[in-house]
């Protein structure tokens, strides 16, 4: 009997549109030769899996199963590929872990701490990692642009701290900019981080732990052609990508053993993407963030790391599935 899987998408944010392009491509690769899988959509308006007809079930969020022609389904694991949240803040693992469903992604505690970008490069930060100067500020009890200006130095970015696909995020050169930014941040987050620009290269690489060992993917160079990396070049074709980089070995060698340095730090679990900068003039690679679901469309970057790695996307959410698996607990 096939394992019944629970391939679940959708989610509660703005990031749910990027949640439903990787869908595309994640049902497109997995093994349904080796799993029952069933497409669970988290949505505000309710939890369902729409049938093969068209027919629209709703979950029972009492033990997270379907009633599908009379035969009650139960999951032997989830296949979590929200971006956002519940699925990349730890709430829904939370609530996996109460039902004993294994999934592929960090843990509750990990997730929480990894969608908080403060709390992250401050873990990474304690761990040794170069990260930058910032400031972390909360909408109930806000600084002022000429506050935040007295801590740090232009340029700066201005994020929601907690989010990601850069969304509701701006660069800042000029101190008459710096109050509309952190409107736009504050737009999508009860708190903002503002972190000093740091010059350099940009690099991002995936990191998994598989049921055998802890690899890195290739590392992947990242050239936009608007200001930074923002929602536009990241999802509309407006940035440049190098996979491998073209980089010395040395540097490579830095960037992998960071990677795996903070993967450690901060307890991650399946495939994460980490983002840095290498400052040449430091000769050091500079922790940005970490997103625990990195995006699996066809635009973005872990895919094209697993496939100059000469894997095959099939084989990564088989290992993915199969390291949620071997998790499963007896009742």
């Known amino acids: 009997m096939k394992p019944a899987i629970a391939f679940v998408t959708g989610g509660y944010s703005s990031e749910s549109v990027i949640s439903y392009k990787s869908a595309v491509t994640i049902e497109n690769n997995l093994d349904t030769e080796k799993y029952d899988v069933y497409r669970i959509d988290l949505t505000p308006d309710g939890w369902f899996h729409q049938t093969k007809a068209g027919e629209k079930i709703n979950v029972d969020k009492s033990d997270f199963s379907l009633q599908i022609a009379g035969k009650k389904i139960l999951f032997d694991a989830a296949l979590i ?24 992604t960090c843990d509750t505690a990990s997730s929480a701490i990894t969608f908080n970008k403060r709390y992250s490069v401050a873990v990474a930060g304690f761990a040794g990692v170069n990260v930058a100067r910032s400031v972390h500020i909360f909408k109930s009890h806000p600084l002022s642009a000429e506050e935040v200006l007295q801590q740090l130095s232009l340029p700066v970015f201005v994020k929601p701290n907690n989010g990601g696909s850069s969304i509701g995020m701006s660069k800042v050169n000029k101190a008459e900019e710096l109050a509309g930014a952190l409107l736009k941040a504050f737009a ?33 160079e990242v050239r936009s052609k608007n200001e930074f990396f923002d929602f536009e070049a990241k999802y509309q074709g407006l940035n440049e990508e190098t996979t491998p980089a073209q980089i010395s070995d040395v540097m490579a060698d830095k960037v992998r053993s960071t990677a795996r ?47 100059a790695m000469g894997w095959t996307l099939k084989g990564l959410y088989t290992e993915m599935i199969e390291d949620a698996l071997s998790r499963k607990k007896s009742s």
Not at 276 to 297: C, H, M, R
């Open 81 to 104: 590929g929200i971006h956002g949240t519940p699925g990349e803040d730890g709430r829904l693992q939370g609530y996996l872990d109460l039902l004993n469903i294994p999934y592929n």
């Open 188 to 220: 999508e987050d009860d708190q903002v981080l503002v972190e000093e620009f740091i010059q350099g290269r940009e690099f991002t690489v995936g990191v998994i732990r598989t049921t055998k060992e802890l690899l890195v993917l290739p590392i992947t």
């Open 261 to 307: 340095k903070i993967y450690d730090a901060l307890n991650c679990r399946g495939v994460v993407r980490m983002d840095f900068i290498y400052n040449e003039a430091k000769d050091a690679p500079f922790f940005l963030e970490v997103n625990t679901i990195p995006g699996q469309s066809e635009a973005s970057i872990v895919p094209q790391q697993v496939r």
